[in-house]
């Protein structure tokens, strides 16, 4: 069963295409993680946010990557993560066209 994993936290920036090319090696780290099937980056200047919105294809795949996630985000510097993992409900979401495997 595919897995949400939602992460925010404090963040003074670079925001937008400055945060793309500063972020880019990272993103590339991702993409490599197992069990990654998708990522999408968020970003609030105006609140000091950002995190992401990861899907992954099981619960220990998201359970690992948050835990050396969280880890890597404080050897950044950020001193709070927020984090939650969902199940996803296959059936309703493709109603609302969610991007999700077969």
Same mark, same amino acid.
């Given at each position: 069963?595919? +897995? @949400? @994993?939602? +992460?925010?936290?404090?963040?003074? /920036?670079?925001?937008?295409?400055?945060?793309?090319?500063?972020? *880019?090696?990272?993103?590339?780290? +991702? #993409?490599?993680?197992?069990? &990654? &099937?998708?990522?999408?980056?968020?970003?609030?200047? %105006?609140?000091? %946010?950002? =995190? =992401?919105?990861?899907?992954?294809?099981? *619960?220990?795949?998201?359970?690992?990557? &948050?835990?050396?996630? #969280?880890?890597?985000?404080? =050897?950044? /510097? +950020?001193?709070?993560?927020?984090?939650? @993992?969902? %199940?996803?409900? *296959?059936?309703?979401?493709?109603?609302?066209?969610?991007?999700?495997?077969?």
């Amino acid at each position: 069963m595919p +897995i @949400l @994993l939602q +992460i925010d936290f404090p963040f003074q /920036g670079p925001w937008g295409a400055e945060m793309s090319a500063t972020m *880019r090696g990272l993103a590339q780290s +991702i #993409a490599q993680e197992p069990g &990654l &099937l998708w990522k999408i980056w968020t970003e609030n200047p %105006e609140t000091g %946010e950002a =995190g =992401g919105i990861y899907l992954f294809t099981d *619960r220990p795949s998201a359970e690992t990557y &948050l835990a050396m996630h #969280a880890e890597r985000l404080v =050897g950044f /510097g +950020i001193p709070h993560v927020n984090a939650k @993992l969902f %199940e996803v409900n *296959r059936e309703l979401s493709a109603i609302d066209r969610a991007p999700l495997e077969a």
